[in-house]
């Protein structure tokens, strides 16, 4: 298999593209090819731990990986840090719907499925290329990512990792956990500014030339841990494929059968992941993409136009979501227009320098036929966290919220009844001043800062909160830099100095 650029750049393999993370003329790498999982091969996961069915799908998606390093780095990533035995469990939550829950890692949010085992991937990789510099991760955070990166890097030998977050636009919890951060290869700064801020100064330090050249200087290469990295994209493809296996084993499907994923999404990462389990053979039925008040990708599938240049930037209780500029779309225009390198690179400078771009009816009669879209305000996920806490004692967080009302919505709208998914991004307690408002109203959270809501939470549900969350108001600030959105590489410079 051999990895494009969705620019039209010259052709890597899938080591050589998770060591680079993006590629040399700006775009992402994607599969020129995709492996094809027959409905027998899919049944035999059934059967199957979490571990064997990555080894299964991660196996075609990179054949340059031996068996052994793969299953090697897959015990390394869900062996252990996980607090259940099944990693991605399914839980029901209605008559026609499951939660696949992907929090149950060390970090409590989805980014653990992918960064858990990405440092794995990526050190393969540099040997794998005669890779002798340290390789220095450079990450962009809504919340969830920084977190998990600095977890999945901590002390890995030859790497370091330095995240960057919006100063204003994290949990509190969010915010503790990376500043709290041990190890001697991390750095944490928050950016003045909010996500979309961030994640362009990051792009940028990937094609400043000067700034490459300091870092080689200093014996160090950049990659990314952003989705951008296929590394980080293709561990997300696996939990599609698990969550079809247990439907199978607990009979909800037969072999064949269609599901639909309804996914709460910013970066269109995750719902990314599902479109390629489909292309590798999965049978999913519609990609239903979740929005909060900052709907530009509900806009885009239903019209075709991407537009940010008047668009309002909601901060909101779902901070993860609260994004404008959804990198991983890229992966998705260069496949529906078919592979067209330039037409893609077209389409992103019209974004950069206009702020808008359109695409053809034909593209978006392409894009309609596999997705669906619609987004809910802050308000509806109050009230969908209340309704499926009472009528289906199910305790859920404001991003998965936010996939449950408006997969509840396209239901109501299109009468379709196949049996849906909804991508469980976090744990309640990850957002737990805002779960528990949901739950018993402004009064409850009165007087009481982010943690002593979770353990009010805990009581008045009888749902455990978790010990790492417990903690975190008692560990110590490790990190507290703070930087304007324009002096990024300045900021990377001087953390580095400071911590060589």
């Known amino acids: ?49 979490y571990e064997e069915r990555a080894l299964t799908v991660l196996s075609r998606f990179l054949p340059d990986f031996e068996t052994d390093e793969l299953r090697r780095a897959i015990a390394g990533a869900y062996g252990t840090g996980f607090d259940c035995e099944a990693v991605a469990p399914l839980s029901r939550v209605g008559a026609r719907a499951y939660a696949l829950e992907l929090w149950h890692g060390p970090t409590l949010a989805f980014k653990d499925m ?14 794998k290329h005669g890779e002798t510099r340290e390789i220095f991760i450079l990450v962009a955070t809504s919340g969830d990512t920084g977190k998990a990166a600095l977890e999945g890097f901590l002390d890995v030998p030859g790497t370091r990792c330095c995240v960057f977050y919006p100063e204003d636009g994290v949990s509190q919890a969010q915010r503790l956990q990376m500043v709290t951060t041990g190890g001697n290869n991390t750095h944490v700064i928050a950016v003045r500014g909010n996500f979309d801020d961030a994640q362009t100064g990051v792009k940028r330090m990937f094609s400043d030339a000067a700034f490459a050249r300091k870092m080689d200087e200093q014996g160090r290469v950049l990659s990314s841990a952003n989705s951008i990295n296929f590394g980080r994209l293709v561990p997300q493809i696996v939990y599609y494929f698990s969550a079809y296996a247990d439907l199978l084993k607990q009979g909800a499907v037969k072999p064949g059968d269609a599901v639909n994923f309804c996914v709460p999404t910013g ?27 900052n709907n530009v990708l509900t806009d885009f599938i239903r019209t075709g136009v991407y537009d940010i240049r008047s668009r309002a930037f909601y901060k909101t209780i779902s901070p993860s979501m609260d994004i404008l500029i959804s990198s991983n779309l890229e992966r998705l225009l260069f ?39 619609g987004y809910v305000d802050q308000d509806g996920v109050r009230a969908e966290i209340e309704r499926t806490w009472k009528e289906d004692g199910y305790l ?29 991004t976090a744990s309640p307690y990850k957002f737990g001043a805002s779960v528990l408002e949901a739950v018993a109203g402004k009064a409850a959270c009165e007087g009481r800062d982010d943690f002593a809501c979770c353990e009010a939470l805990s009581a008045l549900t009888g749902t455990r909160e978790p010990d790492s969350i417990r903690r975190l108001p008692s560990l110590p600030v490790r990190h507290g830099a703070v930087c304007e959105k324009d002096q990024m590489p300045e900021a990377v410079l001087e953390a580095v100095a400071g911590k060589p």
């Open 396 to 424: 859920m967080d404001t991003h998965t919220a936010v996939a449950s009302a408006v997969l509840r919505a396209y239901q109501r709208e299109t009468g379709d009844r196949t049996l849906s998914v909804i991508v469980s």
């Open 267 to 293: 970066n269109f990462g995750d719902i990314l992941a599902a479109d390629y389990a489909k292309k590798a053979g999965l049978p999913v039925g519609k990609l239903i993409c979740a929005s909060n008040e």
């Open 1 to 49: 298999m051999r990895m494009l650029s969705t620019r039209g750049g010259a052709a890597v393999s899938p080591s050589g593209a998770i060591l680079r993370g993006l590629a040399p003329d700006g775009g992402l790498y994607v599969p020129g090819t995709f492996p094809a999982f027959t409905l027998e091969e899919i049944a035999e996961l059934a059967d199957k731990r």
């Open 114 to 127: 992918a960064l858990q085992l990405l440092p794995h991937l990526l050190t393969l990789s540099g040997r």
């Open 335 to 373: 496949d529906l227009g078919g592979c067209d390198g330039e037409k893609t690179a077209a389409l992103m400078e019209a974004l950069k320098t206009r702020g808008c771009y359109a695409i053809g009816e034909d593209m978006l009669e392409r894009l309609r036929a596999r997705y669906a879209a």
